[in-house]
């Protein structure tokens, strides 16, 4: 009897069957598309980043030595010039008549420039002896190279004292050289304090300008350091010799440098958005694997620079794209289980813009979903985009 029934039945309730698969199907639960990302071993490094300006480790400014018409300067930037190479002349006068007091205060002025003209040329011989001494220790190996180095800055040191002293001798000369009431001007002229490259012309254009007036940079574009102005919080926790990783240069890779000195003095500064801060300047040099690269920039040029704080090598990083924070606050991830989302808790160290270090929690080789949304729970059948 029931088979004759089912017989009479079977395409109905074939139908009510496929009809009742295609409900069930329609409101099976879809698998979640998601991005995933590997939990991996490597080295994870925590710093601070902000912008940065290359400048020469040691230039100078030639300026007016007298009150009076300054010649057209034909030299450019680029240009090489030795220490008292002629840049230009000057038609000066004194803008009021030298009396007699203002002589004798000039005559004692020049007296004691020379006494340290002198002292600068006494020094800088030393200085150059020692100099000459060092390399030959240091040929014999029996010298460390930062002492060569701190021998050659004494030369260096030596000779940019010594072209001052001459400079300031030259510059009272001239003013004793005017006449003390004559009308009549005098050739002035200006010269070269340091050998080097002709950085900037300020003052190119012929004219009358007055005693002090910028003329021209002078510096070596070869030798280049990088200032970086940090919040002071942020400076306090760097230290000299901190590896310095340095980009957005111009080239593709990374340029290397050192920390090499921490400016004690903050200033205020105004932020674009009106905030004022305390800003320090950090003092970078270039790591001797960096030197070929870092010839291409120049002074004045725009960098960004991440002083490396903390690193970590070996470790176990997981993306940050992949972290959340639990119920507790305590950080979370969902990991990727034989198609399911499994929220695991997990305990971070070092945290960059890209991983973050896992202390706890997940296994290299693991992978975990990037960015979950609100839609996913712990259990959830995902699939991976």
Do not use: C
């Not at 400048?55 to 057209?72: C, M």
């Not at 590896?243 to 903050?266: A, N």
């Not at 973050?356 to 997940?362: E, I, K, P, S």
């Amino acid at each position: 009897m029931m088979m004759d029934l089912v017989k009479r039945w079977r395409w109905a309730l074939l139908v009510v069957a496929l009809l009742v698969l295609g409900l069930v199907y329609a409101l099976w639960p879809a698998r979640i598309p998601v991005d995933t990302g590997a939990v991996s071993r490597g080295t994870i490094a925590v710093g601070v980043t902000d912008d940065g300006i290359t400048r020469a480790e040691e230039y100078y400014i030639v300026s007016a030595p007298v009150t009076g018409y300054l010649d057209r300067i034909e030299l450019e930037a680029g240009d090489k010039v030795g220490r008292g190479t002629l840049i230009t002349r000057m038609a000066g006068r004194p803008a009021t008549p030298i009396d007699l007091r203002t002589a004798e205060e000039l005559r004692g002025a020049l007296s004691v420039a020379q006494a340290s003209a002198n002292a600068a040329s006494t020094t800088l011989a030393q200085a150059r002896r020692d100099f000459s001494r060092a390399q030959e220790l240091s040929e014999r190996g029996f010298l460390a190279k930062s002492q060569l180095e701190a021998a050659q800055t004494r030369v260096a040191t030596g000779e940019a004292s010594l072209a001052g002293a001459r400079a300031e001798v030259a510059r009272i000369r001239a003013l004793l050289a005017q006449p003390g009431s004559s009308p009549g001007a005098i050739r002035v002229p200006v010269r070269a304090p340091a050998s080097g490259t002709v950085m900037s012309v300020i003052t190119e254009s012929e004219g009358v300008i007055a005693e002090g007036t910028p003329l021209m940079t002078i510096g070596d574009p070869g030798r280049i350091e990088v200032v970086v102005d940090l919040l002071s919080r942020e400076a306090v926790r760097v230290s000299p010799g901190d590896r310095v990783e340095i980009s957005q240069w111009g080239g593709r890779d990374p340029l290397i440098g050192i920390v090499d000195r921490i400016e004690p003095y903050g200033r205020l500064k105004v932020s674009a958005l009106g905030i004022e801060e305390q800003r320090v300047n950090i003092i970078i040099r270039f790591a001797p694997s960096a030197l070929a690269q870092a010839a291409r920039l120049g002074h004045g040029y725009q960098l960004d620079a991440t002083i490396i704080l903390e690193t970590a090598k070996d470790a176990v990083r997981v993306p940050i794209g992949a972290l959340f924070r639990g119920e507790d606050a305590g950080w979370r991830v969902f990991a990727l289980e034989n198609g399911r989302a499994r929220e695991r808790k997990i305990r971070l160290g070092l945290i960059n813009d890209e991983y973050a270090q896992v202390l706890g929690g997940l296994a290299a080789g693991q992978k975990v979903i990037l960015n979950p949304g609100n839609a996913i729970k712990d259990g959830a059948r995902v699939a991976e985009r």
